[in-house]
């Protein structure tokens, strides 16, 4: 629930940051905004190498802390040498200045060492990389009115933004996990991840894969205005996405030993808040995308078809959680290399792997065929969140029938039709309202006031017409005040 709230109180400090970026930036700084977030996946291929198995043993009880915190920097000298060799590719091929690319290197130490403490943190406290979250998020508003809204540093200073807010982060966070980097450099985990190193780069294809896209629209349609589309468009689907954060302790529970139920319970939550963020999104999509910019108003097809796609994902990624929780294989010392490859843990990146592939093979033929016909730029934004969607779909319920086999899961279908029907009744409704009766200003310190309440409203009718109809919500309400009596300050 802590990651779950966070989550959601980003969700507002992120579209201030959105706000801020959308309103001073051009459509074409924009995306080259976007193409940046395409080329530093290319290294954060490699970031998982250390937090991969940090998490793993750390919940298992083998300190690895200090080990994963040195090991880093040689991990970084790797990242940031790669990343120079893309961005001259990118520079040459592209119109986008070379200098900016160069200066967002910098954001690369920064997400490593960012990404080996979280990998720390969900080994035994999962929490803390909410708590680094909030920082960062806040930090980040400061920051961005600073450099962004006040100085017009334009591109350069998002860049700064995001480096800076994740500095602040990675201090509070090293705060907190000190007691788990405070112990001995161990060269034989050390040669163990080495050994291993392919194990979790592997499922990052998959990640990449997805981020090829921006850079792959950019190559074959010689623009970025697209992708500012696309940018504003996954800024407000990806609300859903925080849905699945009421199960992230379920991972490093089932290393543990945890009990298999805990993702039956916990896959109920993730519906609970799941079916009325996609509402959420898609009633207040227009609003959301005009409040970023008025630009932008015109991408609500592209949300309405992103929202279930991102839902499919987010299950996706707590069913692939949950089942390399159940995998034992890397207890094994005895392990050999044809052992991992048979595991859950190279399987279900293979998996990924396929279905990520065939989506940016199916992107390049469309657009391949579509822009020679097609001169606007939102039509092939929209064609392109329909083919993310069709793709999506047969993977997630084939991740679903290997959930079934493992878990044997009992879905309360009674329940999740509660929340769904809830959450068509009671965002619908204030869609309808808003269509009625919301004007849409220019000026967004006059337009959010008159939106906020909308959102306040259905928000709290979901949440009590739930509480009203499901014991389940009442239980859980019920639980969260018990737990705050208990807190200690």
């Known amino acids: ?98 200098s900016i690319l160069i200066f967002a290197a910098l954001l690369i130490p920064v997400e490593f060492f960012r990404g080996t403490l979280v990998g720390i943190a969900n080994g035994f406290k999962p929490q803390i990389e909410e708590y680094g979250l909030i920082i960062f998020e806040v930090t980040k508003i400061i920051f961005a009115i600073v450099l962004i809204y006040f100085l017009q540093l334009g591109i350069q200073g998002v860049i700064l933004v995001t480096v800076l807010a994740s500095l602040s982060s990675i201090i509070l966070m090293a705060i907190l996990v000190r007691e788990k980097i405070r112990g001995e450099f161990k060269k034989e985990l050390l040669k163990k991840w080495l050994k291993l190193f392919w194990l979790p780069i592997y499922p990052r294809i998959s990640g990449l894969l997805t981020q090829i896209d921006v850079t792959i629209f950019t190559l074959i349609t010689g623009s970025v205005t697209g992708l500012a589309y696309w940018a504003s468009a996954k800024a407000v689907s990806k609300m859903v996405h925080h849905s699945i954060k009421v199960g992230k302790a379920v991972y490093p529970k089932l290393l543990s030993g945890g009990k298999k139920n805990y993702l039956q319970e916990n896959l109920l939550l993730v519906f609970y808040f799941a079916f009325p963020l996609a509402g959420m999104s898609i009633a207040f999509s227009k609003p959301a995308l005009f409040i970023l910019n008025p630009l932008y108003d015109v991408a609500v097809l592209v949300v309405i078809f992103l929202v279930p796609t991102i839902l499919l994902r987010s299950l996706g990624e707590l069913f692939g959680n949950a089942l ?166």
């Open 1 to 98: 629930m802590i990651a779950f709230i966070v989550g959601i109180i980003s969700l507002f400090t992120g579209l201030i940051f959105t706000v801020i970026v959308t309103r001073q930036l051009s459509p074409e700084e924009f995306g080259i905004w976007s193409l940046i977030g395409g080329l530093t996946a290319y290294v954060f291929l490699i970031r998982p190498v250390i937090p991969f198995w940090n998490t793993r043993e750390i919940a298992r009880g083998i300190e690895s802390g200090k080990t994963g915190i040195i090991s880093n920097y040689f991990i970084v000298l790797i990242a940031i040498a790669i990343y120079f060799g893309i961005a001259s590719y990118f520079g040459e091929k592209t119109p986008v200045d070379f």
């Open 324 to 489: 390399k929780g159940i995998e034992k294989v890397d207890v094994n010392q005895n392990s050999k290399f044809l052992d991992y490859i048979k595991s859950k843990l190279f399987f279900l990146p293979t998996l990924r792997n396929i279905h990520r592939g065939a989506y940016v093979f199916s992107l390049a033929i469309m657009l391949i065929l579509l822009v020679p016909n097609i001169e606007s730029e939102i039509d092939l934004v929209i064609n392109w969140a329909i083919l993310a969607l069709l793709i999506q779909i047969p993977f997630s319920l084939y991740l679903y029938y290997l959930v079934r086999k493992e878990f044997a899961l009992k879905i309360d279908k009674k329940s999740i039709l509660k929340y769904l029907i809830t959450s068509i009744f009671v965002f619908g409704g204030t869609f309808l309202l808003m269509e009625n009766n919301l004007t849409y200003h220019t000026s967004v310190f006059k337009f959010f006031p008159e939106f906020l309440p909308y959102v306040i409203i259905s928000s709290v009718g979901y949440l009590g017409i739930t509480y009203l109809i499901d014991n389940r919500t009442r239980i859980l309400v019920k639980k969260i005040f018990s737990e705050i009596k208990t807190v200690k300050f």
